[in-house]
């Protein structure tokens, strides 16, 4: 079992920055792709970004050039940098990880833009 704990969450105006970070624990072997989703209120969840574990990236187009994700594999840690943040990046924003073809959640962090 992995546990993925999330952070970073928090009120911010449009034009700000925030910086998630999402930490594993639990049985870790070999984590693969880690990544990160939001679900705004009243939708469906939706890919922000993911990355590999040898540092292959993908973004939504909704937030390139504006979000950055990356990780620390020795603290299997994934980070989300998010700028100029607008307010439809309003969601709760989810990390994942996959090991060994399973697929781990975190609980979320609420991201709130306001304009």
């Known amino acids: 079992q992995v546990q993925l704990v999330e952070s970073g969450g928090g009120l911010v105006q449009a034009g700000g920055s925030l910086r998630l970070s999402c930490a594993a624990s639990g049985i870790i072997f070999s984590i693969n792709a880690m990544g990160w989703y939001r679900q705004a209120p009243g939708k469906q969840r939706d890919l922000v970004a993911t990355?590999?574990?040898?540092?292959?990236?993908n973004y939504a187009d909704s937030v390139l050039g504006r979000f950055t994700i990356s990780r620390d594999n020795a603290k299997n840690t994934v980070y989300l940098q998010m700028n100029s943040l607008k307010p439809e990046d309003t969601a709760v924003y989810s990390c994942s990880a996959s090991q060994w073809g399973d697929d781990y959640w975190g609980r979320g962090t609420l991201v709130t833009v306001s304009s």
């Open positions: 990355i590999t574990s040898g540092g292959s990236t």
